[in-house]
T-cell receptor, first 116, second 112 residues
Framework: GAGVSQSPSNKVTEKGKDVELRCDPI?????LYWYRQSLGQGLEFLIY????????KSGLPSDRFSAERTGGSVSTLTIQRTQQEDSAVYLC??????????????FGAGTRLSVL | GESVGLHLPTLSVQEGDNSIINCAYS??????FIWYKQESGKGPQFIID?????DKRQGQRVTVLLNKTVKHLSLQIAATQPGDSAVYFC???????????FGAGTTVTVRA
């Protein structure tokens, strides 16, 4: 596609349920990033993929959070046993390749997660 | 690590005036800086970037200024338009890192 695509755009779930958020990066982009944005806040880095591997998972808030990427393309962020504090907008970004001097990250529209 | 902060959380500007949004960073190793614009319900949109070997870069109606001495950068928007109303984020990273550190954002409101 022309840009980064995320689905669903909105997700309402009950506390304790698992959720999966999907990201389709820009075609040809090898680097993929997940961020979390709480209301009125900046972006909090969660995890980064180069190809299918995630060299840095340090931003994941807890072991309830996990992410994978398959085929060097689509990525899924999974939150298990959701809590109300997980409510936020989850943003995905992709960039052409790691190591490029500029490496501009292009963002999707995000998934707004609401945990009741 | 890097800490990025914006000086003012909100900015109200008259249509047609110039806007200046300021940002400070803490890590002297940061050498790549980028500004994003985020409209309501959308993801951040790339505006302009600058590397530390420059102190000024211009785009269409936007200029980014970088002062490495005081670790400060600013985004100037010329002839601000209603469509410029949004939240503006600055971000920074060292050249050997992929991780962008974002500020909290400045909400710009354009008055007609």
């Amino acid at each position: 596609g022309a840009g980064v695509s995320q689905s669903p755009s909105n997700k309402v779930t009950e506390k304790g349920k698992d959720v999966e958020l999907r990201c389709d990066p820009i075609s040809g982009h090898t680097a993929l990033y997940w961020y979390r944005q709480s209301l009125g806040q900046g972006l909090e880095f969660l995890i980064y993929f180069q190809g299918n591997s995630a060299p840095d998972k340090s931003g994941l808030p807890s072991d309830r959070f996990s992410a994978e990427r398959t085929g060097g393309s689509v990525s899924t962020l999974t939150i298990q046993r959701t809590q109300q504090e997980d409510s936020a907008v989850y943003l995905c970004a992709s960039s052409l390749r790691q190591g490029a001097a500029k490496n501009i990250q292009y963002f999707g529209a995000g998934t707004r997660l609401s945990v009741l | 690590g890097e800490s990025v902060g914006l000086h003012l959380p909100t900015l109200s500007v008259q249509e047609g005036d110039n806007s200046i949004i300021n940002c400070a960073y803490s890590n002297s190793a940061s050498d790549y800086f980028i500004w994003y614009k985020q409209e309501s319900g959308k993801g951040p949109q790339f505006i302009i970037d600058i590397r530390s070997n420059m102190d000024k870069r211009q785009g269409q109606r936007v200029t980014v200024l970088l002062n490495k001495t005081v670790k400060h950068l600013s985004l100037q928007i010329a002839a601000t338009q209603p469509g410029d109303s949004a939240v503006y984020f600055c971000a920074a990273r060292p050249s050997n890192d992929y991780k962008l550190s974002f500020g909290a954002g400045t909400t710009v409101t354009v008055r007609a």
